[in-house]
Structures are given as structure tokens and as C-alpha cells.
Nanobody
Framework: VQLQAFGGGLVQAGGSLRLSCAASGTFFSIRTVTWYRQAPGKQRDVVATITSTGLANYLDSVKGRFTISRHNAKNTVYLQMNRLKPEDTAVYYC?????????WGQGTLVTVSS
């Protein structure tokens, strides 16, 4: 399976972006998908997860601002990011696990200017 993450860019604080994670492969729609982010010099953190049935969980610092969703027919998971803050600046990655194997998108850079 291949994951392709896109939608990042430069935005001012308070702005919005929508990230997409598009996948090939037959198991994507039945697996939990996770968005991670990694800021320079920091560890990679979980930002949001969504199960195959649409149950979502979020990092505390993004609750109320970010929304994860999925369109299984399109094999795509989205991360809508509103009221962005400079501390949201990071490379964002999508991930799915299948039978013990991790699959990663290539990462998309989000830069939030103050």
C-alpha cells in the first residue's frame, strides 16, 4: 500500500488548512488511521486517530480545533485544522498499520506564522 499526504503549506496564525491522506490498497478502509506530526528537534507525536467506523481521538492541544474524518469509498482520511497556532508548525504524517506492518505517507509541511 502507498500513502500520499498532501495539503500542507504556509498559513498565518488563526488560519485553516485541510490535510489529506490518500491510500492505495484494499485494507485502508478497514484500519485505524493516525495523523502524526514532528516539529524540528522534537519527537513524532500522535495528533489524531480515526477508526474504520469513524471514532476519533485527538491530542489535547488540538481538541476543538482539528477534526479528523474519512471517506472510505475514496480511501482518504482528512485532517481539518482550524485556528492554527505557531506551535502547530511541523511535518504531518499519516500512518496505517496492517498485520504488524507500518505504512507511512511522505509527510507534508505545515508552517504557521505568528
Amino acid at each position: 500500500v502507498q500513502l500520499q499526504a498532501f495539503g500542507g503549506g504556509l498559513v498565518q496564525a488563526g488560519g485553516s488548512l485541510r490535510l489529506s491522506c490518500a491510500a492505495s490498497g484494499t485494507f485502508f478502509s478497514i484500519r485505524t488511521v493516525t495523523w502524526y506530526r514532528q516539529a524540528p528537534g522534537k519527537q513524532r507525536d500522535v495528533v489524531a486517530t480515526i477508526t474504520s467506523t469513524g471514532l476519533a481521538n485527538y491530542l489535547d492541544s488540538v481538541k476543538g480545533r482539528f477534526t479528523i474524518s474519512r471517506h472510505n469509498a475514496k480511501n482518504t482520511v482528512y485532517l481539518q485544522m482550524n485556528r492554527l497556532k505557531p506551535e502547530d508548525t511541523a511535518v504531518y504524517y499519516c500512518n496505517v498499520q496492517n498485520q504488524g506492518v507500518d505504512y507511512w505517507g511522505q509527510g507534508t509541511l505545515v508552517t504557521v506564522s505568528s
